[in-house]
């Protein structure tokens, strides 16, 4: 689920965003190419303000795809078969309550008590689809099989890494297509 952040990274992950990162407790995925492209973030930032999103997706390529993906209505298509799939809604609660778990563990490793977002995930879960990235972001650090709207949102994708890295370590300059 998590691994340690390096100097490196840090740079990297400034660079994907294009300003510094904030309250970052571990990569909680690498991309392909081998940058991070999910931050595992702590739930307070260090200006005390909650946090709820506790995967943050960082790969500049990868948003701008999903971008497109919340544009093309993808997310009112998959807000209906919520509504008619009872299967696909138990598997979407049992991911928000995977999520909370994760971010309770996280805070509990770093000492956080974070009552303003208690019960409360990320990307509209467990009953609305809100943001395909907190999905992708999820389903990349938690692995095949826990967030099946992030699942998706992966497979429709493809190999967004196949051009390479977004950013270049240990510099961090942007690719030449990033």
């Known amino acids: 689920m998590t691994g340690a952040v390096t100097s490196t990274d840090e740079a990297v992950i400034a660079a994907q965003l294009g300003r510094p990162p904030r309250g970052v407790h571990a990569i909680g995925h690498r991309c392909p190419c081998g940058n991070p ?4 973030t702590e739930p307070r930032l260090p200006n005390g303000t909650p946090f709820p999103t506790t995967y ?40 928000h309550a995977s999520y909370l778990a994760d971010r309770a563990a996280v805070g509990a490793t770093g000492g956080f008590d974070v009552p303003e977002i208690e019960g409360i995930s990320a990307g509209g879960m467990p009953d609305r689809v809100k943001c395909l990235h907190v999905l992708a972001a999820h389903a990349l650090a938690a692995g095949p099989g826990v967030n099946p709207l992030g699942d998706e949102v992966l497979e429709i994708l493809g190999d967004w890494w196949a051009k390479g890295p977004c950013v270049s370590a240990p510099d961090a300059a942007p690719g030449a297509d990033g």
């Open 37 to 40: 492209d999910v931050v595992t």
């Open 56 to 95: 943050y997706l960082t790969c500049p390529r990868v948003n701008s795809r999903i971008g497109t993906l919340e544009a093309s209505g993808l997310m009112r298509e998959m807000q209906d078969r919520l509504g008619t799939d009872p299967e696909l809604a138990a598997a979407y609660r049992a991911a």
